[in-house]
Nanobody, 126 residues
Framework: QVQLVESGGGLVQAGGSLRLSCAVS????????MGWFRQTPGKEREFVSA????????YYADSLKGRFTISRDNAKNTVYLQMNNLKSEDTAVYYC???????????????????WGQGTQVTVSS
């Protein structure tokens, strides 16, 4: 079993920055992807970013490139999402996910992920 715990959410003004963390515990794996998704009320959960756990290769939603940066610290079993120049439309609950079966073709799809954190709220005030 794998447990994911997000932290770092909060209230920030537009133009500000936040760094989300996702601590992974339990059974770890080397050939997997870690992803960040976000969701607002009444909308589907949408892909934000992903990173290869062993390769470190990163992937982003096209609309977020240049503002968000995903990284991981394998020694700490932690994945980060640095969010800069935040906008009001970035307000959402952000979820961390781990996907043993995810591939390059499926990493943008939430069903490719096996484990999810509880989510952390990010609110951007304009």
């Amino acid at each position: 079993q794998v447990q994911l715990v997000e932290s770092g959410g909060g209230l920030v003004q537009a133009g500000g920055s936040l760094r989300l963390s996702c601590a992974v515990s339990g059974r770890t794996f080397s050939s997997a992807y870690m992803g960040w998704f976000r969701q607002t009320p009444g909308k589907e959960r949408e892909f934000v970013s992903a990173i290869g756990w062993s390769s470190g290769t990163t992937y982003y939603a096209d609309s977020l490139k240049g503002r968000f940066t995903i990284s991981r610290d394998n020694a700490k079993n932690t994945v980060y999402l640095q969010m800069n120049n935040l906008k009001s439309e970035d307000t959402a609950v952000y979820y961390c996910a781990a996907g043993r079966r995810a591939t390059i073709r499926t990493l943008r799809i939430q069903t490719a992920y096996d484990y999810w954190g509880q989510g952390t709220q990010v609110t951007v005030s304009s």
